[in-house]
């Protein structure tokens, strides 16, 4: 699965320097996909853990448990095999050699993969076999050492047609649910997706009408179904990239709303991060807001009636018949200080009440 370490160092990228750092941080990732390489073996001893398995319309999440002795540092190997024992085929981004195959770290006895049934080439629908073998790297890191494997049932439905935009659909999602979070995105918002997609992500231009489909509109998804299925099919990307993801999406089109802070601490939330945290995630996604009463020029602790004059005052300068006539940048400067306006005024009017 190559690109998926490209993506995931390219998500890296972009949480931690902005779209151009998520280009860069492209090739970061490389080392992972190609770690430990080496054929699987049908001699390996038997491995006791248990699979837990649940699926949504474009493949299946699998959750394997190891025993507790599991040394550190072991990596899993997923293939799926006919019933013939003949490993399937795959796509290049699922596959080493033309054969289906997924590489991921065991952590405290676990292991995820996401099987993407329309990757696997196979003529037959029915029962298949999921095969994971478990390797360690020997010391020294020089080679590799194969300590056994586990194998489960895994019926595949009807062949699919592949298309790597219904893969990313979830994170497209989420990516949507910021672009509408206060009305209708604007074309530099819906931009950066589109270039996120494609030169991180790898998705064939071919494919951009029906990105841009899905982002022409909110999900119809809630937003803790969108963050599970992002968390399952791409499991190795840490929720802090996927929210800088979506704050760099939101903040597209100026200063960060209530609306906007609220849509991405659910997110964080469902995501598994702790909400004693969310100060310090707000702070590094750059959602924290100017001080509210130096906005509205007044001093902390103001009361209703002050609060609501000066907001009015401040809000006269700003209507539209006096911008009319100014250049459209004039006049998205005037939107987006109407909407920081009306930021400060709701966080005063909640200090005091």
């Known amino acids: 699965m190559r690109w998926l370490g490209k993506v995931i160092g390219g998500t890296v990228g972009l949480a931690?320097?902005?779209?151009?750092?998520?280009?860069?941080?492209?090739g970061l990732g490389a080392v992972v996909d190609h770690a430990l390489d080496g054929p699987p073996r049908s001699d390996l001893p038997e491995i006791e853990a248990d699979g837990?398995?649940?699926?949504?319309?474009?493949?299946?999440?699998?959750?394997?448990?190891f025993p507790p002795n599991m040394p550190a540092g072991a990596i899993a190997v997923a293939l799926v095999e006919n019933r013939r024992g003949k490993p399937l085929a795959a796509r290049p981004e699922f596959s080493k050699d033309g054969q289906f195959l997924i590489r991921r770290p065991i952590k405290r006895g676990k292991v995820s993969f996401y099987i993407p049934f329309a990757a696997?080439?196979?003529?037959?629908?029915?029962?298949?076999?999921?095969?994971?073998?478990?390797r360690v790297a020997t010391p020294g890191g020089h080679g590799v050492e194969a300590l056994g494997q586990c194998a489960f049932e895994f019926v595949l439905p009807k062949t699919q047609n592949w298309q790597q935009v219904d893969y990313f659909d979830a994170l497209?999602?989420?990516?949507?649910?910021?672009?509408?979070?206060?009305?209708?995105?604007?074309?530099?918002?819906?931009?950066?997706?589109?270039?996120?997609?494609?030169?991180?992500?790898q998705l064939p231009r071919a494919q951009t009408e029906q990105l841009n489909?899905?982002?022409?509109?909110?999900?119809?998804?809630?937003?803790?179904?969108?963050?599970?299925?992002?968390?399952?099919?791409l499991p190795e990307i840490r929720p802090m990239t996927i929210l800088g993801l979506m704050s760099e999406v939101a903040l597209a089109d100026g200063i960060p709303t209530r609306r906007t802070r609220t849509l991405?601490?659910?997110a964080a939330e469902y995501l598994g991060i702790p909400s004693h945290r969310w100060p310090e995630?707000?702070?590094?996604?750059?959602?924290?807001?100017?001080?509210?009463w130096s906005v509205l020029g007044l001093q902390s602790g103001a009361t209703i009636q002050e609060i609501k004059k000066a907001y009015r005052t401040k809000?006269?300068?700003?209507?539209?018949?006096?911008?009319?006539?100014?250049?459209?940048?004039?006049?998205?400067?005037?939107?987006?200080?109407?909407?920081?306006?009306?930021?400060?005024?709701?966080?005063?009017?909640?200090?005091?009440?």
């Open 315 to 353: 809000l006269k300068r700003l209507h539209p018949d006096r911008v009319a006539g100014l250049d459209d940048e004039l006049q998205e400067l005037a939107e987006a200080r109407t909407i920081e306006l009306r930021e400060a005024y709701e966080a005063c009017l909640d200090a005091v009440s």
């Open 281 to 292: 995630v707000q702070e590094r996604l750059r959602l924290v807001v100017d001080d509210p």
């Open 172 to 201: 497209i999602g989420l990516c949507a649910a910021a672009a509408h979070v206060d009305g209708p995105p604007k074309p530099r918002g819906l931009k950066l997706v589109e270039d996120f997609f494609v030169e991180t992500m």
């Open 213 to 233: 489909l899905l982002l022409s509109s909110p999900p119809t998804d809630e937003i803790e179904e969108l963050c599970k299925r992002v968390l399952r099919r």
């Open 52 to 65: 837990q398995f649940s699926d949504d319309p474009q493949g299946r999440f699998a959750q394997i448990r």
């Open 120 to 134: 696997l080439k196979y003529r037959r629908h029915g029962v298949h076999v999921l095969r994971v073998i478990v």
């Open 264 to 266: 991405i601490r659910d």
């Open 16 to 26: 931690a320097a902005g779209p151009a750092g998520a280009v860069v941080g492209g």
